[in-house]
């Protein structure tokens, strides 16, 4: 089966600074990429995803890289803010129904 | 998204009790999901349906049993609960296999 690897697990960050959070993937047959923000005490939320015959997609301040040669992929956030402290989570699958998740990666964004 | 509701949100039970975790979407979703949210273990699936009674194993099945007798409820049962099924439950929903999962606000489950 798939198994998601994500690093760091915990990521410190000055307001207006960039983050990075980085995934690799097992399964060559995964084509479906979702990130989940998951703020404290709350439910996981779809914040950006993207599928295997893309190589980046943006949203504003978000972006999200796919290398599918090395089985890799990223979250960008730009110009952070401290409301874009949370755990994020990397998933990699077939659908969305067969997702694998990763281990999460706890942001912290100072003032 | 208010149309997916899980209860309890907190629970404490005892080992051995059997304990029930309620899902109830209003979407008319086909697909409904249980995960299981552990510290460095991300979000693990624990049973998934893919419409009224049919229900197939996720990744860690063991312990748990599902039925889903109706499109719109999906609860998940602890038979016989041990403390390393302490944990938060996730409830999701989607419309089909290529449509966002839809979270539940969860149920915090302590086994003590």
């Known amino acids: 089966g798939e198994n998601v690897e994500q690093h760091p697990s915990t990521l410190s960050v000055q307001e207006g600074d960039s983050a990075v959070i980085k995934c690799t993937y097992s399964?060559?047959?995964?084509?479906?990429f979702p990130w989940y923000k998951q703020e404290l005490g709350k439910r996981p939320q779809l914040i950006i995803d993207i599928r295997s015959n893309v190589g980046e997609k943006k949203d504003q301040r978000i972006a999200v890289t796919l290398n599918k040669t090395a089985k890799h992929f990223s979250l960008h956030i730009t110009e952070t803010q401290p409301e874009d402290s949370a755990v994020y989570f990397c998933a990699g699958g077939t659908s969305y129904g067969k997702l694998t998740f990763g281990q999460g990666t706890i942001l912290t964004v100072h003032p | 998204d208010a149309g997916i509701t899980q209860s309890p949100r907190y629970k404490i039970t005892e080992t051995g009790r059997q304990v029930t975790l309620m899902c109830h979407q209003t979407?008319?979703?086909?697909?409904m999901f249980w995960y299981r949210q552990d510290l460095g273990h991300g979000l693990r699936l624990i049973y998934y349906?893919?419409?009224?009674?049919?229900?197939d194993k996720g990744e860690v099945p063991d312990g748990y049993v599902v039925s889903r007798s109706k499109t719109e409820n999906f609860p998940l049962t602890l038979e016989s609960a041990t403390r390393s099924q302490t944990s938060v439950y996730f409830c999701?929903?989607?419309?089909?296999?290529?449509?966002?999962?839809?979270f539940g606000n969860g149920t915090r489950l302590t086994v003590t």
């Open positions: 999701a929903s989607s419309a089909d296999l290529n449509s966002p999962l839809h």
């Open positions: 979407w008319s979703h086909s697909y």
């Open positions: 399964d060559s047959a995964s084509n479906y």
């Open positions: 349906s893919a419409a009224a009674d049919i229900t």
